[in-house]
């Protein structure tokens, strides 16, 4: 099993359509991130999740509404998403009370058309 | 307001020579900043640290050296090989006020000719 797993790698889907991301963590970690990439932009923070708990909304819109309900599993769903919304998008997690590296899933290639 | 400033899009290198790999940053309160390693349609994989308190990691090929009073870090891989062809990104923290909240840069895509 590798650390961060991500489903699905790829997903396309319309702006009417409802979806969920997922995100797994094996590594014992206790905070989880979603991290949104887009072309030619730097990482941005979307959620962070500390010990189950939501810490962090950095603006984003309610279409992505956030889910952790364990410390191992974050979820994004997804709705009623804009063709700019299209992008990688990347789950994380770090040992907080560590060492602060976060490490990353391999992402989830998002469409919206 | 970008804090994390990576000016130079691509680099290449002969394979054998040194790359060198740039990053600034505008806010002093950061301090702990990293290095993460992409290829194509893989997550970021981390690669290097340091901490404020030092100006000087090395781990292997990889060396990143900091200068906290210009704001600058720089990573440092020799000799480089045609495996660290990659998109490399920098980035910092500031955990006592703004938590593990991580500032990245928009990366630097280093191809390394063999």
């Known amino acids: 099993e590798t650390g961060v797993t991500q489903t699905p790698r790829h997903l396309v889907m319309g702006m009417t359509n409802k979806k969920s991301l997922k995100c797994e963590q094996h590594l014992g970690h206790n905070a989880m991130y979603w991290y949104k990439q887009s072309a030619k932009k730097p990482l941005e923070l979307m959620f962070v999740?500390?010990?189950?708990?939501?810490?962090e909304n950095n603006s984003v819109p309610s279409r992505f509404s956030p889910e952790c309900p364990n410390s191992s599993h974050l979820f994004l769903h997804l709705h009623t998403l804009q063709p700019e919304d299209s992008a990688l998008y990347l789950c994380?997690?770090?040992?907080?009370?560590?060492?602060?590296?976060?490490?990353f899933g391999q992402g989830t290639r998002l469409t919206v058309v | 307001d970008q804090q994390v400033k990576q000016n130079s899009p691509s680099l290449s290198v002969q394979e054998g020579r040194i790359s060198i790999l740039n990053c600034d940053y505008t806010?002093?309160?950061?301090?702990?900043f990293l290095w993460y390693k992409k290829y194509p349609a893989e997550g970021p994989t981390f690669l290097i640290s340091?901490?404020?308190?030092?100006d000087k990691n090395e781990d292997g090929r990889f060396t990143v050296f900091l200068n906290k009073s210009a704001k600058h870090l720089s990573l440092h891989i020799v000799p480089s090989q045609p495996g660290d062809s990659a998109v490399y990104f920098c980035?910092?923290?500031?955990?006592?006020?703004?938590?593990?909240?991580?500032?990245f840069g928009t990366g630097t895509s280093l191809t390394v000719i063999p």
């Open positions: 340091i901490s404020s308190i030092k």
């Open positions: 806010n002093s309160m950061f301090d702990y």
């Open positions: 999740y500390n010990f189950k708990e939501q810490t």
């Open positions: 980035a910092a923290s500031d955990p006592l006020n703004t938590g593990n909240q991580f500032y």
């Open positions: 994380a997690s770090s040992q907080v009370d560590r060492a602060p590296e976060a490490f």
